[in-house]
């Protein structure tokens, strides 16, 4: 510490690729210190202005911020700029001290977001907007490294929304594409094509 990851500047900013983009994705990693937490924000700011979804993935990581309340709060501060949010079972119930996942999506709905989907790792994702709540299955596939699994799931499903996709088709592709991310080892290795995802012969979890 400082990493270099902290120490993106509001003065870096590309302000035409920001007004020129459809979809803005960012995660809390960039938001545990200075300058990048302000410049984050700034960015997602003049993305959302120029009509671009703000997509928002709050990624706990204990040993990059002061102390849990510290991470609670910054976790929470962009959560009003985000029309959607893929968080985790765990970061979820952290964030709102909620008792169930239902409750907790409830309550992140509150903050701004359009979407809020909780990934529940082989039980799927709960998936909720103001107008109800919905679980979609897992995939039975066998779990080899869970990393990326999450990023997966965010990644695909930005693309399918992109793609103009039916919700229920975005889910599905997301949920597919995450299980078989899980099923191979590594990181970016391990995030299957648009391909492989529409072809695969996996079944829903019992």
């Known amino acids: 510490k400082p990493g270099a990851d902290t120490q993106l500047t509001k003065e870096e900013l590309d302000q035409r690729l920001l007004s020129d983009c459809r979809i803005f994705h960012f995660g809390s990693l960039s938001l545990t210190d200075e300058p990048a937490r302000g ?78 989907a909780v990934t529940l790792g082989g039980d799927g994702v709960l998936v909720a907007t103001k107008e109800g709540k919905q679980r979609v299955q897992g995939f039975k596939v066998p779990v ?36 078989l991310a899980v099923s191979r080892p590594g990181a970016s290795d391990s995030i299957p094509t648009i391909e492989e995802v529409e072809t695969t012969g996996i079944q829903l979890a019992k």
């Open 39 to 116: 410049t984050t924000m700034e960015a997602a700011a003049i993305a959302k202005r120029a009509g671009a979804v703000i997509s928002y993935d709050p990624n706990y990581r204990a040993s990059l911020w002061k102390d849990e309340k510290t991470a609670v709060e910054g976790m929470k501060s962009a959560i009003p700029l985000a029309d959607v949010m893929k968080v985790s079972d765990e970061e979820c119930l952290l964030m709102t001290g909620a008792a169930t996942y239902e409750e907790a999506a409830d309550q992140l709905l509150a903050m701004g977001p359009k979407l809020v």
């Open 144 to 179: 080899v490294d869970t990393t990326a699994a999450g990023d997966t799931f965010a990644g695909f499903f930005l693309a399918c929304t992109a793609r103009g996709l039916s919700v229920e088709r975005t889910l599905e592709l997301a949920s597919k594409a995450s299980s």
